[in-house]
Nanobody
Framework: QVQLVESGGGLVQAGGSLRLSCAAS????????MAWFRQPPGKEREFVAFISWSGVRTLYADSVAGRFTISRDNAKNTVYLQMNSLKPEDTAVYYCAAGRGIATGQLMGALAYNYWGQGTQVTVSS
């Protein structure tokens, strides 16, 4: 079992920054690929960013590329999402997720991830 706990959400003005953290616990956590998803109000959950277990490979949704950065510190069992130049359309509940052995073509799909956190709210005001 893997337990994930997100933190760092809040209210920020457009153009501002936030850093989300996802603390992981459980066996062999460092061998899991990790991702961030978000669910805007009234919309479906969507992919935001991915990082491989080693940290070597990353992938971003087009809507956040160049503004968001995903990283991980395996010594601390923590994954981060640095969000800069935030826009009102970034308002959502942000979730971290963990999975193993995810095929390249499935990295952006929520079904590929076995473990999820409870989410943290990010609100960007205009």
């Amino acid at each position: 079992q893997v337990q994930l706990v997100e933190s760092g959400g809040g209210l920020v003005q457009a153009g501002g920054s936030l850093r989300l953290s996802c603390a992981a616990s459980g066996r062999t956590v460092n061998s899991y690929d990790m991702a961030w998803f978000r669910q805007p109000p009234g919309k479906e959950r969507e992919f935001v960013a991915f990082i491989s277990w080693s940290g070597v490979r990353t992938l971003y949704a087009d809507s956040v590329a160049g503004r968001f950065t995903i990283s991980r510190d395996n010594a601390k069992n923590t994954v981060y999402l640095q969000m800069n130049s935030l826009k009102p359309e970034d308002t959502a509940v942000y979730y971290c997720a963990a999975g193993r052995g995810i095929a390249t073509g499935q990295l952006m799909g929520a079904l590929a991830y076995n473990y999820w956190g409870q989410g943290t709210q990010v609100t960007v005001s205009s």
